[in-house]
């Protein structure tokens, strides 16, 4: 009889934090700057030097701590983490251990599979990031301590997760409040947000934990997905063949689609903490938090709901807009401009997405003002829907406002009855066969006259209007 397997999944995400400077110097953060150019003394590690902590980093890792519904420790104390590695120029680095900045927080997950719940938190503690080793095809390997020193916070889970989906759903919604705090980028091909997995297996009902692995080396949501469920099926494979699992750190190849073993996975003990004797004790004033917790920007979560409720959008639509910090920001302000929040959110998610990206709405030459206007144009009848299209596209191409490309291009709608009626009965007049199939029934005929008379108006015809006198003209005859 086949074994009835839980998984069994906790996760310790590493957000690089959206400082100006390093943790313990000034030397800059920027991403991709030359080689070996953003470090000074300090941060590689040279003798005498004494590290400062960034205040700004402080603020940053208790801003993501309220988010996620942390207790804020009133003191924590830095450590060293010994372990030689060249990207290492200390011989150890500086984080949290015994006593963390942050403790005992959750997060709410809405997996694609299994039921919506809430996922514990640990611990959050802040450290510094390690150089980048890079490996040439020579077989030499280079190192860029561009990174050494950069301040991040490692978010640490509670081993609640029962599915990769279960994963992937908690680090989507990671990323979500960490983006919309400022705190972090997020951005996974820089490394800014990456994810280490620790997975076992135990029979059902078991309250003993499994033998776990800890998967390294995913920097995508579909990597963290693919690499879990191998793991899941490794595990399975090998104790029901008569093996055993082995604690190791394994890689994730993502061309192989499979992990492969790193080394063995060390213990605390191997690390031989102690308390860093060049940083004093972190002493965070009560005031200090309290002014943070009252600044904190609305998460997104909160905002699907408002959206819904104030807007009357559907959760579908609230959730395309709250997807990028800056699309909701854009759709905010257009609503603000004219509300219409119904037809605003039609055009950004289908015309808008439609050419730019989501993070690019920012820098699109179609402003939040402009798009609520070109919405105030349709619904104050000076163009029609379809008229609004193409106004659409010369904002795009020129940046150009709506009202001056309907001016200057002669778009306003046609709202004289007796110009539209003479339209109307050309039409009919010109197309006895489908006025004929019609009034006997055929009433589909009616949107072939309707598009006849909007191609002779040029598209510039009162569509309402337009079917208002078809209506009457076609029941005269």
């Known amino acids: 009889m086949s074994i009835d397997w839980e998984v069994v999944i906790g996760l310790e995400v590493h957000c690089q934090l959206l400082t100006r400077e390093k943790l313990f110097c000034s030397c800059p953060t920027d991403f991709g700057a030359p080689i070996n150019s953003n470090t000074c003394p300090i941060c590689l590690g040279h003798p005498g030097v004494l590290p400062v902590l960034n205040a700004e980093a402080v603020e940053f890792a208790i801003r993501a701590g309220l988010a996620l519904e942390c207790e804020v420790r009133a003191r924590s104390v830095f450590s060293r983490k010994h372990y030689f590695y060249p990207d290492l120029p200390k011989g150890y680095q500086i984080t949290q251990y015994e006593l963390p900045i942050l403790e005992h927080g959750k997060l709410f997950i809405e997996p694609e599979s299994g039921a919506a719940r809430t996922i514990g938190i640990t611990r959050i503690h802040m450290e510094e990031d390690a150089g980048k080793s890079i490996h040439m095809d020579t077989g030499a390997t280079l190192v860029d301590l561009n990174r050494a020193g950069v301040p991040l916070i ?31 980028d997020g951005n996974m091909e820089e490394g800014s947000f990456r994810c280490d997995a ?33 793991e899941i099926s490794r595990h399975i494979e090998v104790i029901e063949g008569g093996g055993a ?15 492969r073993s790193m080394r063995g996975k060390e213990d605390a003990h191997d690390y031989r903490y102690f308390p860093e004797p060049d940083l004093p004790v972190l002493v965070l004033d009560p005031a200090q938090v309290e002014r943070l917790r009252g600044t904190q920007p609305e998460l997104p979560a909160a905002m699907r709901k408002r959206l819904v409720s104030d807007y009357g959008l559907s959760p579908y639509d609230a959730g395309v807009l709250t997807a990028e910090p800056v699309l909701a920001r854009y759709f905010e302000a257009a609503v603000a401009a004219h509300r219409n929040p119904k037809a605003i959110c039609n055009w950004v998610t289908s015309e808008l997405l439609g050419r730019v990206s989501a993070t690019a709405v920012g820098e699109c030459s179609v402003t939040p003002h402009g798009l609520a206007r070109l919405v105030a144009l349709i619904d104050d009848a000076t163009i029609s829907g379809k008229i609004a299209k193409t106004v659409f596209e010369r904002m795009m191409e020129t940046g150009r406002a709506p009202d001056e490309i309907v001016e200057a291009e002669g778009l306003r709608q046609v709202t004289d009855t007796s110009a539209i009626e003479a339209i109307v009965r050309g039409v009919i007049e010109a197309n006895p066969v489908q006025v004929s199939g019609y009034r006997s029934g055929k009433v589909g005929l009616k949107g072939f006259l309707v598009g006849q008379v909007m191609k002779q108006s040029g598209g510039k015809a009162n569509p309402g209007l337009v079917n208002e006198l078809l209506d009457r003209l076609l029941a005269e005859g």
């Not at 499994?210 to 693919?226: A, D, P, S």
């Not at 190791?248 to 992990?259: H, I, K, P, Q, S």
Request: with cysteine; hydrophobic share 35%.
């Open 154 to 184: 490692e978010i640490v889970s509670e081993p609640e997760m029962r599915s990769a989906d279960d994963a992937v759903a908690y680090l989507k919604a990671l990323h979500e409040v960490v983006r919309y705090l400022g705190v972090c």
């Open 198 to 230: 620790n997975v076992s297996i135990r029979p059902r009902g078991q309250a003993k934990f499994g033998t776990r692995t800890e998967i390294k080396n995913m920097n995508t949501f579909r990597g963290v997905q693919r690499a879990i469920e191998y």
């Open 245 to 259: 699992i082995i604690q190791e750190t394994r890689l994730w190849d993502e061309g192989a689609g499979r992990t």
